[in-house]
C-alpha cells in the first residue's frame, strides 16, 4: 500500500498512560472536528475495503477493495482497483456511495489509487496488470503475524480513463505501464499540475543487503520522462504527498530499523526549469514510541492528518502541526487525537478544500474476523485542529482513565495551557474519593492523584 504499516500493533503503552477513551461514544468526541458520520462501503458488497482518495472535484472517489465473495467461497487474495461517485442529498451532503466501477484487470494486484487535477476520469494506481506470480512473495511479514505486505517486482505506476467520469460512456480500458522499473513501484501521485508523478521503488539489491525492505522516493517527469531520486535515506521511506504549495513532500520511513515509522517533511530542491530534482532540507516531525503513517496534508498546509497506534495498542487518526520554519523539534510540535472509536481508523485524507475528512476504519465491525471499511464525515470550519482537546473530550477520557461508572463521578475540567485538567470526587467504587487527571492533546492521560494512581 502507499501508506502501508511496517508491522503489526506493537505494546507501546507506558505507565501513566489511561486506557482508550473508545468505549465512550464516538461520534460525540468526535464532533468538535468531525460530524455527519457516513459509512460508504459495506461487508454486502466489499469483504473489505480501504485507502480511498478525492478526484479533484470531491464527487468520486478511489479505493481499493476485496469483493464479497458468494458463501462457501474464499474472497479474493489481492486487492482490486475501485472508483465511485458519491451521493449527495438536496442539500449537498454525503450520504452514501454510488456505483462502484472496477478499473484494475481481474485477478491482479492493485494498491495506491490517485485522480489526474486537470484531466476528469483519468487515474492511476500501482498495479501487477497480471496476477501476481508465485514469485512475488510477501516482503514483510513480522513474526508468524497474518499481516502480510507484499512487494510485487511486477508492480508499476499504471493509468487508464473512467469514461463515465469524464461525461462518456463505455468499459474502461486495461491499465497500461506509466513507465517501467525493476523492482516494485507503487505508492505514486501526481502534483498538482499533473507533469510530475511521486513514487516509490523498492531496491531488491538495498533490500538484500540491509536484510529488510529498502524503498527509496523518486519523482518522475512527464514531461521529460526523467526519473529523479528525491529521499534515497537506508531503510523504507514511501508514501509520498506533495503539499499544497507544490514546494515539499510528506513521508514516513522505517529509516531507525526498530519497527516503528517516523513522520518527515522535505523541502525540494528545484532546477532552473522547476523540475524537482531533489531535497533542499528534511524535517524530522515524529520521533517517538508509535508506529507513525499514511500522513496527508491539510490544504491549508498548517498540520499533517496521520494514522498513530498511540499509548492504547489501536490505531487512530491524529494531527500534527507544521511550524513555518520548521524550527520546532517533534516533541515540541502539538499532537492532537481526531478518532476515539474502537477499532482501526486510519488512512485519513481531506477533500480539496478540506470540508471532507475520509478513512478507513474497523469501528462498526461485527465481524468474527474484523475487517475496514470506509468512512466519511463533514468538517467543522471553525474547529482548531491544533488547539486543546474540548472539554467532552477531555471529560471522557478522564472517566476511562479512573476507570469507573461515569455517573459515580463529580468533577469539574480547567484548561492549563494545552492541557485539561480534571478534579473529580468518585463517589465509590475501586477509586472512592478524590482524584485528579491531565488530558494531553494527543489523548493521553495521567491520573496523577487517587487509589490505584
Given at each position: 500500500?502507499?501508506?502501508s ?5 506493537l505494546a ?5 498512560m ?38 479533484p ?38 450520504t ?19 485522480f ?19 514469485e512475488?512473495?510477501?516482503g ?53 499540475d ?84 531533489g531535497?533542499?532540507?528534511e ?51 502539538i ?82 495551557g ?16 478524590p ?19
Amino acid at each position: 500500500m502507499r501508506r502501508s504499516i511496517i508491522g503489526t500493533v506493537l505494546a507501546l503503552g507506558a505507565a501513566g498512560m489511561s486506557a482508550s477513551a473508545s468505549g465512550q461514544p464516538w461520534k460525540a468526541i468526535e464532533s468538535p472536528l468531525l460530524v455527519g458520520h457516513v459509512q460508504l462501503t459495506f461487508p454486502e458488497q466489499f469483504f473489505k475495503a480501504g485507502e480511498a482518495y478525492f478526484d479533484p472535484t470531491g464527487e468520486w472517489i478511489i479505493f481499493q477493495a476485496i469483493p464479497t465473495p458468494a458463501e462457501g467461497v474464499e474472497p479474493d487474495e489481492h486487492y482490486s482497483m475501485y472508483v465511485a461517485p458519491l451521493e449527495r442529498d438536496a442539500g449537498g451532503g454525503v450520504t452514501g456511495l454510488g456505483e462502484a466501477t472496477l478499473v484494475s484487470t481481474p485477478g491482479s494486484g492493485n494498491t495506491c489509487g490517485w485522480f489526474h487535477p486537470t484531466e476528469p476520469g483519468v487515474v492511476l494506481f500501482g498495479s501487477t496488470i497480471d496476477p501476481p506470480t508465485t514469485e512475488d512473495v510477501p516482503g514483510y511479514q513480522k513474526d508468524k503475524s497474518t499481516y502480510l505486505w507484499s512487494f510485487p517486482p511486477g508492480m508499476d505506476v499504471v493509468s487508464t480513463v473512467v469514461p463515465a467520469m469524464a461525461g462518456g460512456s463505455g468499459a474502461v480500458a486495461q491499465a497500461k505501464a506509466l513507465f517501467t522499473r525493476p523492482g516494485y513501484d507503487a505508492e505514486s501521485s501526481w502534483s498538482a499540475d499533473g507533469r510530475f508523478i511521486l513514487y516509490a521503488n523498492v531496491d531488491a539489491a538495498k533490500s538484500a543487503a540491509q536484510g529488510r525492505p529498502d524503498a527509496d522516493i523518486f519523482v518522475y517527469d512527464t514531461e521529460t520522462e526523467e526519473h529523479h531520486p528525491l529521499v534515497v535515506a537506508p531503510g523504507y521511506d514511501g508514501g509520498p504527498f506533495f503539499s499544497p504549495d507544490g514546494k515539499s513532500i510528506c513521508y514516513r520511513s522505517d529509516r531507525a530499523g526498530n519497527d516503528l515509522l517516523q513522520l518527515y517533511v522535505s523541502e525540494l530542491k528545484f532546477d532552473e526549469h522547476g523540475v524537482p530534482i531533489g531535497v533542499a532540507a528534511e524535517h524530522e516531525i515524529t520521533r517517538n514510541r508509535w508506529v507513525n503513517w499514511a500522513p496527508f496534508f491539510h490544504p491549508s498546509g498548517k498540520f499533517l492528518i496521520f494514522t498513530g497506534s498511540g499509548p492504547y495498542h489501536e490505531y487512530d487518526v491524529y494531527a500534527i502541526e507544521l511550524d513555518k520554519g520548521f524550527e520546532k523539534e517533534p516533541a515540541e510540535r502539538i499532537m492532537r487525537r481526531v478518532t476515539f472509536a474502537g477499532g482501526f481508523d486510519g488512512l485519513p485524507v481531506f477533500n480539496a478544500d478540506g470540508s471532507l475528512m475520509m478513512w478507513t476504519s474497523q469501528r462498526t465491525s461485527t465481524s468474527k474476523v474484523v475487517k475496514s471499511q470506509l468512512w466519511i464525515a463533514r468538517v467543522d470550519a471553525d474547529a482548531d485542529w491544533i488547539g486543546p482537546l474540548s472539554e467532552s473530550q477531555a471529560i471522557a477520557i478522564a472517566h476511562a482513565a479512573i476507570a469507573e461508572d461515569p455517573n459515580r463521578i463529580v468533577g469539574e475540567a480547567r484548561l492549563q495551557g494545552e492541557n485539561w485538567h480534571y478534579e473529580a470526587t468518585v463517589m465509590g467504587g475501586n477509586h472512592a474519593g478524590p482524584v485528579s487527571v491531565i488530558v494531553r492533546p494527543d489523548g493521553t492521560s495521567e491520573l496523577i492523584q487517587g487509589d490505584g494512581s
